[in-house]
């Protein structure tokens, strides 16, 4: 069986699949262009992706009708046209479940980096600005005995909030779909509507689906809802922030600071406002970046891979 793999992944995945497939491995830091991609891909029974890649009807057309699976690296799988592959009787695979704790920590970091001022502070001492200490001097926000607002309680959320809620003494708000009376329970948590989450939080983390719904869904019309003294962190899609209504926010002092781990391009565009200001703290997506957990995203996209390729069910197939 022949796969293109479009970037390297670590061996607890690779020397799976290499053991039993003509790979090809796609050897740049950067990801393969359109054409590259496609050129590569033609003729493969396998495709292992990532979020960068759109794969989508023209895709399939130009790799070929042998394809039999596409493994995507990465829980979300807002790049791949899931009902297209479907109708072809492609299997679509994601990495769903590994993710969570250091998810959930990269969430409770730029929380905090944000609320106390991290970056700013960072940055005084690399420009060698630090001449003294000063009783005025970057205070930030408290935590203890604040309000966390979790967007989304899934895994991933509930995984932050117990992190708050028994760490810091923080009340739970949270948005469902459905209850979630073990959370209740567990945390004292209550499921209330976005906005009474917004305007009753002290801290608000993001871990909802980008879907038609929650694009954009902070705008303005949110953040004017939020307290001036809150900050916001976003460790799920990028697209579910509008970012130009972040920006005014942010530099008005709407609200105070914000932790951003995903942003709508990525990489942020070299332009875009957000990376000067302050009160704003960038990472380029490393919420998954610990070594289990990026070897357990490459053991199961193999073991997805190679599952399509063998016709079988997936283990993590996306329906």
Known sequence: MKVFITRQIPAAGLDRISSVCDCDVWPERMPPSRDQLQQRAAGCDGVLTLLSDRIDAEFFDAVGPQLKVVSNFAVGY????????????????????????????????????????????????????WATWEPMGFIGQDLVGKTIGIVGMGRI????????????????LYTSRSDKPEIDDQMNARRVELSTLLT????????????????????????????????????????????????????????????????????????SPLRGLSNCVILPHVGSGTVASRDAMATIAADNLLAGLQGNPLPHQVE
């Not at 959320?157 to 739970?172: C, D, I, P, Q």
């Open 78 to 129: 807002n790049n791949i046209d899931v009902a297209e592959a479907t109708r072809r009787g492609i299997a679509v695979g994601n990495t769903p479940g590994v993710l969570t704790e250091a998810t959930a920590d990269i969430a409770v970091g730029l929380l905090l980096a944000a609320a106390r001022r991290m970056r700013e502070g960072i940055d005084n001492v690399t420009n060698q600005e």
């Open 157 to 172: 959320g509930a995984a932050v909030a117990r992190r708050l809620h028994f760490g810091w003494g923080m009340s739970v």
């Open 200 to 271: 009753e939080s002290d801290f608000v983390s993001v871990h909802t689906d980008l879907n038609p719904q929650t694009e954009k869904m902070f705008g303005d019309a949110a953040f004017a809802q939020m307290k001036p003294t809150s900050v916001l962190v976003n460790t799920a899609r990028g697209g579910i922030i509008d970012q130009e209504a972040l920006h005014q926010a942010l530099q008005s002092g709407t609200i105070f600071a914000a932790g951003l781990d995903v942003t709508e391009p990525e990489p942020l565009a070299a332009d």
